[in-house]
């Protein structure tokens, strides 16, 4: 089974920026498409960005242009670039398959904490 370990979280102050990495165990993980996912506080886990096998990544609306996705099956490591952060990026954020693949198909991380605050 893949286990995925999430870092590069910690504590920003508003318009900063983060690199997030997540660290796949087994390289069956190059064969699909990945996702990063955040949960706020309170709130349900929600889907960020997607990036299929062959790097191409597609992002939602509140983090388009700000967000990049990219991946390196190489070292079966998939990145989350955040610039120009707000205090509504706040949340756990996790990785795990693109929901095109159905239902998630690794265990879930222990995310990585993302706060952006003054």
């Known amino acids: 089974q893949v286990q995925l370990v999430e870092s590069g979280g910690g504590l920003v102050q508003p318009g900063g920026s983060l690199r997030l990495s997540c660290a796949a165990s087994?390289?069956?993980?190059?064969?699909?498409?990945m996702a990063w996912y955040r949960q706020a506080p309170g709130k349900q886990r929600e889907l960020v960005a997607t990036?299929?096998?062959?790097?191409?990544?597609i992002y939602v609306d509140s983090v388009k242009g700000r967000f990049a996705i990219s991946r390196d099956n190489a070292k079966n490591t998939v990145y989350l670039q955040m610039n120009s952060l707000k205090p509504e990026d706040t949340a756990v954020y996790y990785c795990?398959?693109?929901?095109?693949?159905?239902?998630?198909?690794?265990?879930w991380g222990q995310g990585t904490q993302v706060t952006v605050s003054s």
């Open positions: 087994g390289s069956i993980f190059r064969i699909f498409a």
């Open positions: 990036i299929t096998s062959g790097g191409n990544g």
């Open positions: 795990n398959t693109d929901p095109i693949h159905g239902p998630p198909k690794f265990n």
